[in-house]
């Protein structure tokens, strides 16, 4: 073998030649050498396109993730090392000297944001109009097939540019680290809906439609602690009364009421509910977001607030903020409060701000369709929704339903009604600023003409029946009159049209039918025609009310009967004695608040109601 690699300058050389025996050695030495460089080339050239696809993925989700408004600081005691993989560490608390900052996004994921958000606005205002558009093209002769085809590819083209913008905020959310810190947690969350995920998720206020779900309502199932539980179709709801009784409902007389029907589910779906609910039209949220955000940050940064999405029956998620003061000294922290927002109020902005000044743990959720809740706010979407806040309160935060007080504001009084009607174990129900029934105030607004129309689109679609629930709840009640109330109040600045009265009465009339007879229903609507407290002490004084006697009276009763609603003392009473005992009565359940109907309440008169 080695003479064939002997040396050929030289025929006469007969030495073995060393140096072809070296490179034929180096040669098959450097064979596996190759093969292994080879093997590490495509190893690293899949690993690079595994890093590509990674990289793409990356940026699609870039894309198509939620708009990022606003990054929290983490407490020191809150900081933990990130359990997400792949974020870098110096992005995982990127402001630790300023207790929070709004979201800074790159030049172009803003401009980007600013034309999108511009063409959401031109899409409201367009589909808010399109009956008077689609009236006046129609008029002009715009809806031929001629006029429609250039249109449509206006409007693709439209479309085309609007996605392009989009991919390029995409680019630039891709090109900024706090973004994609925030999407890895996003998508890690979603991956595992774990408590460190979560807890770094909360560090930052974002679209809520991409929040997770916390908590669904059929959970409680689940767990067999359910009272049984809402089907899909939704909770129950007391059902109105036909209006005309006695007819029979035969298939000609639906066919005459057809076109009736018709009406006023258009009226409902479309003028009605827009009227009734303004805060979940989008243009007003759009307006409102600025101050939405700086409530929201407010409760999150001061109040150690835990925002949460809630699954409803119906599907609709609920927007929530749990404030929990169990673990501070004040004892009222161990009751927690649910709001019910008015019906252009929000958690962020609305009444929750009362019980958490006077030191109550405080569950604040959003109507469906106003902000982070999606949805339309119809009377049964309310009630869903209500059921799974107070599940939510019961079976994930631990409060027991003696433990939970309803405050309500205005409109919200349908849904903290509907909760102690079907919760008869809640501690409490206070009504700020509430009515009785919808239609009254609804015919108000309304021309006389159509009174027919009005009163039968509220009784089918729009039904708050206030009054009717609350006399099935047999606990404690307070409600307060607004003395200026300017909105529940069937005549301007006449007090005894407050619809807060026939609140009162109609559930003291439940409650004491013998005591607010004749001359205990008179007694009680003078007293409620004082329009201030000096008014109210006279009318209080004329009748000699004995507070110690009218005590005795209820709490002899309650030993011998039972605390069961409706009661019957007063039957072998005296006149002067069931004046008396009104007056009590009325003083007890109802407290004035001299202040228009949108001034919030302090405090000091948010107190508990009174009980036996």
Known sequence: LISDHCCTRSSKCRKPCSR??????????????????????????????AARAGAMAKLLSCVLGPRLYKIYRERDSERAPSSVPGTPTSVTN???????????????????????????????????????????????????????????????????????????RGIGRWTNPQYRQFITILEATHRNHSAENKRQLANYNFDFRSWPVDFH?????????????????????????PLHRGTADTFLNQVKKLPCQITSYLVAHTLGRRMLYPGSVYLLQKALMPVLLQGQARLVEECHGRRAKLLACDGNEIDTMFVDRRGTAEPQGQKLVICCEGNAGFYEVGCVSTPLEAGYSVLGWNHPGFAGSTGVPFPQNEANAMDVVVQFAIHRLGFQPQDIILYAWSIGGFTATWAAMSYPDISAVILDASFDDLVPLALKVMPDSWRGLVTRTVRQHLNLNNAE????????????????????????????SNRG?????????????????????????????????LEEA?????????????????????????????????????????????????????NNFEATHCTPLPAQNFQMPWHL
């Open 501 to 533: 009265n026939d609140l009162l009465l109609k559930l003291l009339q439940h409650r004491y039918p013998r005591v607010m007879a004749e001359e205990g229903l008179r007694v009680v609507k003078q007293w409620l025609e004082a329009s201030s407290q």
């Open 217 to 241: 309502w059929e959970e409680p199932s689940s767990r067999k602690e359910s009272r049984g539980g809402p089907s899909r179709q939704g909770v129950a709801l007391l059902r109105p009364e």
């Open 94 to 168: 990127p402001h630790s000297s300023s207790w929070d900052t709004y979201y800074q996004p790159r030049a172009l994921e803003k401009h980007a944001d600013s034309i999108l958000a511009l063409a959401s606005v031109f899409w409201s205002i367009s589909y808010y109009s399109s009956p008077f558009a689609f009236f006046y093209l129609y008029r002009k002769g715009y809806l031929s097939l001629s006029k429609v085809v250039p249109f449509s590819h206006y409007a693709g083209t439209l479309l085309l540019l609007l996605a392009g913008v989009a991919c390029l």
């Open 20 to 49: 072809s025996a070296e490179t034929v050695s180096t040669r098959r030495e450097a064979e596996p050498v190759r093969a292994d460089v080879e093997g590490t080339q495509h190893l690293s050239g899949l690993g690079g396109a």
């Open 538 to 590: 006279s009318i209080y004084s004329r009748w000699e009310v004995e507070e110690d006697w009218c005590l005795s009276v209820l709490r002899s009763y309650q030993a011998e009967h039972g605390p069961e609603f409706p009661w019957s003392v007063g039957e072998d009473m005296s006149a002067d004695g069931r004046r008396q005992l009104a007056l009590f009565l009325a003083q007890k359940h109802l």
């Open 469 to 496: 629930q609350l006399c099935r709840y047999q606990g404690p009640v307070l409600l307060i009159r607004r003395t200026r109330d300017e909105i529940i109040t069937t005549v301007p600045e006449e007090i005894m």
